[in-house]
């Protein structure tokens, strides 16, 4: 055969060898495609379309237009200025008197975020417009209902024309809308989210640190010992790993509680006294040890794998050369176990700072962190809107910590096992 | 040789990890300043740990180890001042191979400058000046190999340990690396104790070996003189190809004895490790000193024999025969135009002299 290099390389059957190679790979790809198919239809249906779901109803602001459409057209044309037409509160009046009472509950209740007071007035309104029979609404309207005279209620409105907003993203960090449409901080007394998401911090922070200074030793002991000492090490290491959260969460509660196991026994070896016993339930203390424990073995997992690849020649090797054992292990070990260390912590902090359940039983007034706010207004207040900010708001928070770990470290230096 | 020039001493050391067995039994070694000290043995003989001890990651049972005249056995490694070359090298992977060197420097506090110039220099005496700000994952074997022997070199130790350094390279690799680090060694004198398995490495690299099995040391001379000289049957079998012939001793004269194989042959030997007429004797015998069809009347002994296999390898023919009861006799025959001659199942006289068959004890 005389081919020329331009020519495409035919196999012996006369097709392009590329054609025929696709041909060939196309069945393992389709095959590779369906063994994972059901997984990813799975995590598709229940993790990403929820997370989309999530940040779109973190912005959205639509369900108020579908209540009012005419009187949003009209309030478009208001200049903010003096109270407004006799139009506005005649489409006003027509939209509160003929909707639902269902729509209009959901709808007061949104209109409420943006100034509380707007509940009360549609309630009372909704049954007062009933003996209104004819116009001009204007006056009879005041008339029945004072606040509908005062032109703050009617700037409130302002910031529910758009059908998106970024009310939540700012009530999730004690920020409003004030009635001018300015981002104003949040009264005071209603300041709560700024303190929560500090404090979710801390705590996760100080349970990562607390799982890496106590989890590091027992990695490096797991990792060095022989196998049948290393075995019964990481038995008692998993033991938790396999008792329910509850019980282990219930556990500490009997242990750490003022006339727990703990404090019991300081006073009975009279470390402290009756009256001063420690108060290590019920706030973020308690939070902070329950959760180093029951975290422990996702910071002891991923340093074991990569201390076990060290080889024990590199400590061998540095001692030899004349470093003290200290140095030796700072310098030497120590950099080698930078892998395990970053994705202990990474995991560890990950996990804690979206924890719930531990802070809910054991955390008190005191302990409560941005998940038990997320749950209080998911199943209490019914302010998804605001659950999607403060969960949207972790999420990014994850992500840029990623990023910045990707920077600073690399993530390719992350192991798992 | 007297225990005055003695650099590293092991005077009965005994070394057991589980109280039961000891692995090293009653060790005495003396080793000259400036020496290639070889141990070579089996897996399991204690060779390995021995170094271990030398190096202070062990510590002896019993006995104490001598370094320059002063008792170490409870120096902690780091204090030892010497320097070891690993199994893998084990070269800090976070580090170039100038932060590699240096950092044995560093721990001894030198200035920075003169840690340069040392870094530098150790890297020109392996050939690896272009290499330093490489990460040793970036470097073949045999140039890892070379920046760990940089390594254990810059901070100009008392005396180097190597731990089976080449074990993880190719042969032929591993032939030129054996020449360098002999040539290193006389270059700067420095004495070194190197532990392999490999015999060959040994013989072309030592001034002495130091033969191990069961955690003692069978051997300990020159190359040539336990090649030429085993004393006993392990040596004899563990170092290059060795016939083997057993039989009971039958007469001794002076340096001489007589062993008589189970068929009746009598073998003329040297007596080196039989004691008195009714041993029981291994005789052993390098299958190069063995003559086929020889005319030569000075040969002391001459049997009868049957080839059973002929091998062909180039420059010569190995040929395995039966002969005093032994058929793994191996012969090596030149290939010159004796050799063609032979045929599979022809009888053919071997003969020796009585000073290269040695009357060892029975293994």
């Known amino acids: 055969m005389n081919q020329t290099a ?102 007061s209740t949104r209109m409420n975020y943006s100034k509380s007071g707007w509940k009360s007035l549609l309630k009372k309104s909704k049954r007062k417009f009933k003996k209104i029979e004819e116009g001009p609404y204007k006056e009879q309207m005041i008339a029945a209902e004072k606040r509908w005279g005062d032109i703050d209620y009617w700037k409130a409105l302002g910031v529910m024309v758009d059908p998106t907003t970024m009310g939540y993203y700012l009530n999730a960090v004690d920020l409003k809308f004030d009635s001018n449409k300015e981002i104003i901080r949040q009264k005071e007394n209603r300041r709560i989210y700024n303190h929560t998401w500090i404090k979710t911090f801390k705590i996760s922070f100080l349970v990562m640190f607390f799982c890496l200074i106590l989890g590091y030793p027992i990695s490096y002991l797991l990792a060095t010992l022989p196998l049948k000492y290393s075995n019964l090490l990481m038995i008692c290491v998993l033991l938790p790993f396999w008792t329910s959260l509850l019980v282990r969460t219930v556990a500490w509660m009997v242990m750490l509680q003022q006339k727990g196991v703990l404090n019991n026994l300081l006073v009975m070896s009279h470390v402290i006294a009756d009256e001063n016993r420690f108060q290590l339930m019920y706030n973020q203390t308690a939070v902070v040890i329950v959760m180093t424990q029951i975290l422990l073995p996702f910071m002891v997992l991923p340093l074991y794998s990569v201390m076990k690849t060290i080889p024990p020649t590199y400590m061998r090797a540095a001692l030899n050369l004349g470093a003290s054992p200290l140095h030796a292990f700072w310098k030497v070990y120590m950099p080698n176990s930078v892998p395990g260390i970053s994705a202990g912590c990474m995991l560890v902090f990950i996990i804690a700072i979206g924890y719930y359940i531990t802070p809910e039983l054991v955390g008190g007034k005191d302990g409560q962190m941005v998940g038990n706010w997320i749950a209080y207004h998911l199943k209490t207040t019914l302010n998804w809107g605001l659950c999607a900010s403060l969960g949207a708001i972790l999420l990014a928070v994850m992500t840029v910590l990623y990023w910045a770990y990707n920077k600073i470290v690399g993530i390719e230096n992350i192991k798992l096992g | 040789m007297g225990s005055s020039d003695s650099f590293v001493k092991f005077d009965k050391v005994d070394k057991s990890y589980d109280g039961e067995i000891l692995v090293v039994k009653d060790l005495n070694v003396d080793i000259p300043k400036g020496e290639f000290l070889t141990m070579l043995g089996p897996s399991g003989s204690g060779k390995t740990t021995t170094l271990m001890m030398l190096a202070g990651f062990e510590t002896p049972t019993g006995g104490e180890i001598y370094l320059d005249g002063e008792a170490i056995n409870k120096i902690p490694p780091y204090k030892r001042g010497i320097g070891m070359v690993f199994q893998n090298y084990a070269l800090f992977p976070h580090m170039t191979v100038n932060e590699n060197l240096a950092f044995p420097l560093e721990v001894r506090k030198l200035s920075k400058s003169n840690i340069e110039e040392k870094v530098k220099k150790a890297l020109g005496m392996v050939e690896l000046e272009a290499f330093g700000s490489r990460m040793p994952l970036q470097l073949s074997g045999g140039q890892q190999q070379r920046v760990a022997l940089a390594r254990a070199l810059v901070f100009e130790p008392r005396l180097v340990l190597m731990d089976e350094p080449l074990g993880a390279l190719d042969k032929k690799l591993r032939e030129q690396m054996q020449y360098e680090i002999k040539h290193i060694h006389e270059q700067i004198g420095i004495t070194v104790v190197y532990v392999t398995h490999d015999q060959n490495e040994a013989l072309t690299m030592s001034n002495r070996i130091a033969v191990f099995n069961d955690g003692k040391i069978q051997q300990i001379s020159s190359p040539d003189i336990l090649y030429e000289k085993p004393e006993n049957a392990f040596v004899a079998q563990f170092i290059g190809e060795n016939n083997q012939l057993k ?89 010159s135009y004796k050799g063609a001659n032979l045929k599979e199942g022809a009888s053919v006289k071997l003969s020796w002299k009585a000073s290269d068959s040695r009357a060892l004890d029975l293994r």
């Open chain 2, 247 to 335: 039989g009971k001793v039958k007469s001794i004269n002076g340096k001489m004895c007589v062993v008589k194989t189970e068929k009746g042959e009598e073998i003329k030997s040297l007596k080196v490790n039989v004691n008195s007429i009714g041993d029981a004797s291994t005789v052993s015998l390098r299958p190069e000193r063995v003559e086929i069809n020889s005319s030569d009347s000075s040969f002391e002994n001459s049997f009868e024999a049957k080839v059973k296999e002929l091998i062909y390898l180039g420059d010569h023919i190995r040929t395995r025969v039966e002969v005093c009861g032994n058929d793994q006799f191996i012969v090596k025959v030149p290939n």
């Open chain 1, 6 to 107: 331009s020519e495409p390389i035919l196999t012996t059957d006369g097709i392009p060898l590329k054609v025929s190679l696709q041909k060939s790979e196309r069945k393992n790809k389709i095959r590779a495609f369906l063994l994972v198919a059901p997984l990813l239809v799975f995590i598709l249906v229940t993790f990403l379309i929820p997370i989309a779901d999530m940040l779109v109803r973190s912005i959205d602001d639509r369900q108020i237009n579908t209540v009012f459409p005419k009187t949003f057209e009209v309030y478009k044309k208001w200049d903010q200025q003096g109270l407004p037409s006799e139009e506005l509160y005649e489409t006003m009046f027509f939209e509160v008197k003929n909707s639902e009472g269902y729509d209009i509950g959901k709808a």
